[in-house]
């Protein structure tokens, strides 16, 4: 069973510093996606960014970016010039999208609370 | 246009009752997930749909919970013989179809059992 964990319940940065989420995974399938998902005080889940496992290419998305290493299972997350609004939980996510196995069900991590202070 | 909608907001229920939360997913989307989150958790799988057919129930905590969906439109998730444990946020999501497609979440319906 694949399994995602996140080893930082709750981190802290200074407004338009740099942070970095840590994320691990385990999973015997070669083809699968990761995702960081934003859950601000809303409740309201938003994608922030996703990885392809066969792209060696890290993905971004204009300050988002990650550190895919798929050798070590790993999949980090870095804000750059962190905002007040980048406050939030933020979750990792595993999904393996084949409609045989799973149909493309989330498998989340525990989540790491995030607080951007001015 | 409009986003995945999910009715009640929050249900305060008392043990023992039974519960109907609603999912509206966005329209022409095939594929429909229920998700549990605890306080301070994570999100956990519970079900989903490709049209109205459920082929993946594993998530179900138990036989108190049932979902169903009319068509490829709205869904519901019944718990019976509410329990404290089973107080949590549900969240619905959708997506074009199965496997690799975007999930677009719902605001989740808060349930609390007293």
């Known amino acids: 069973a694949q399994t995602v964990t996140q080893s930082q319940p709750e981190m802290s940065v200074q407004e338009a510093e740099t942070v970095t989420l840590s994320c691990t995974y385990d999973?015997?399938?070669?083809?699968?996606?990761l995702f960081w998902y934003k859950q601000p005080p809303s409740r309201q889940m938003i994608l922030v960014i996703r990885?392809?496992?066969?792209?060696?290419q890290n993905a971004t998305e204009n300050r988002f970016s990650v550190n895919f290493q798929k050798a070590a299972k790993s999949f980090s997350l870095k804000i750059s010039d962190s905002q007040l609004g980048d406050t939030a939980m933020y979750f990792c996510?595993?999904?393996?999208?084949?409609?045989?196995?799973?149909?493309?069900?989330?498998?989340f991590g525990q989540g790491t609370e995030l607080s951007v202070k001015p | 246009g409009a986003g995945v909608s999910q009715s009640p907001s929050n249900k305060v229920t008392e043990k023992g009752k039974d519960v109907e939360l609603r999912c509206d997913p966005i329209?022409?989307?095939?594929?429909l997930y229920w998700y549990r989150q605890r306080l301070g958790q994570g999100l956990e799988f519970l079900i989903y749909?490709?049209?109205?057919?459920?082929?993946?129930k594993s998530g179900l905590p138990s036989d108190r919970f049932s979902a169903e969906r009319t068509g490829e439109s709205v869904s519901t998730l019944t718990i019976q013989r509410t329990q404290q444990e089973d107080s949590a946020v549900y969240l619905c999501?959708?997506?074009?179809?199965?496997?690799?497609?975007?999930?677009?979440f719902g605001p989740g319906t808060r349930l609390t059992v007293t």
């Open positions: 999501a959708s997506s074009l179809a199965v496997g690799f497609h975007e999930q677009y």
């Open positions: 749909f490709q049209g109205n057919s459920a082929p993946d």
């Open positions: 329209s022409g989307h095939t594929a």
């Open positions: 999973t015997s399938e070669n083809n699968y996606y």
């Open positions: 990885q392809e496992a066969y792209k060696q």
């Open positions: 996510a595993f999904m393996n999208p084949s409609i045989y196995n799973q149909g493309g069900k989330l498998i």
